[in-house]
């Protein structure tokens, strides 16, 4: 069965700092995967893709097939970082599958 | 543009009532759309998927009597809770997947709706 984990629920870090959110994830096949992060009292929003290899708000994310693993990691962590993040993937049906979340908190 | 709305975004009501809660694509066509369900600092759980003109798609353990969804155009899903009880206050949030292009699969959500059933 498809299923995405999220290991850590809280992940503080100080400002400047690099930060490394873990995703892990159980799939047969090519996966499809995704971060999404959601701000205080805002929506859930997409914040990057694997197939994009794009690098948003200086997030990056690289697909580790071998270990079936796809973290987000920022070289330098700001305060407007802090947020919950999830990792998901789209399986068969073309659903998503969330991981349960990491709260990330970015201090001064 | 690709925007989700609902409405309400804040619903009481009392035990037994029923409860309807909107999805719109705003600016773009959506043939899918999905609802979740999200406990305070828990992750989103998928209760079903629904496509435009057709049956929504349960997933197990949702009671489909109990949670009404109609898809009735390509802009609108609609959600309802029928006969309400306390242990269905949680915050329900919709999405609309964008068919192809570009931004293809790629789920847009909607700001959430929060029940909360006295």
């Known amino acids: 069965a498809q299923r995405v984990t999220q290991p850590e629920k809280l992940l503080s870090v100080f400002k400047g700092a690099p930060v490394e959110l873990k995703c892990n994830y159980s799939?047969?096949?090519?996966?499809?995967l995704f971060w999404y992060v959601q701000y205080s009292r805002q929506r859930l929003q997409l914040l990057l893709r694997h197939i994009s290899r794009e690098s948003i708000k200086g997030f990056t994310a690289d697909l580790n097939k071998g270990e079936t693993s796809f973290h987000l990691k920022k070289p330098f962590a700001q305060e407007e970082d802090s947020a919950m993040y999830y990792c998901?993937?789209?399986?068969?049906?073309?659903?998503?599958?969330f991981g349960p979340g990491t709260r990330l908190s970015v201090l001064p | 543009g690709a925007v989700v709305s609902q409405h309400p975004s804040r619903v009481i009501c009392k035990s037994g009532t029923s409860v309807k809660i909107e999805c719109r694509s705003l600016?773009?066509?959506?043939?899918?759309m999905f609802w979740y369900r999200q406990f305070p600092k828990q992750s989103l759980m998928l209760m079903a998927t629904?496509?435009?003109?057709?049956?929504?798609?349960?997933e197990q353990g949702v009671e489909k009597d109990k949670f009404l969804i109609n898809h009735a155009s390509l802009t609108l899903s609609t959600l309802t809770v029928t006969s309400a009880h306390p242990e269905d206050s949680s915050f329900y949030i919709c999405?609309?997947?964008?068919?192809?292009?570009?931004?293809?699969?790629?789920?847009?959500f909607g700001p959430g709706t929060r029940l909360t059933v006295l």
């Open positions: 629904s496509n435009e003109g057709s049956k929504a798609t349960y």
């Open positions: 998901a993937l789209l399986d068969y049906g073309q659903n998503f599958v």
């Open positions: 600016d773009f066509q959506a043939t899918t």
């Open positions: 799939y047969s096949g090519s996966p499809e």
């Open positions: 999405s609309a997947r964008i068919a192809g292009g570009a931004r293809r699969n790629e789920q847009f």
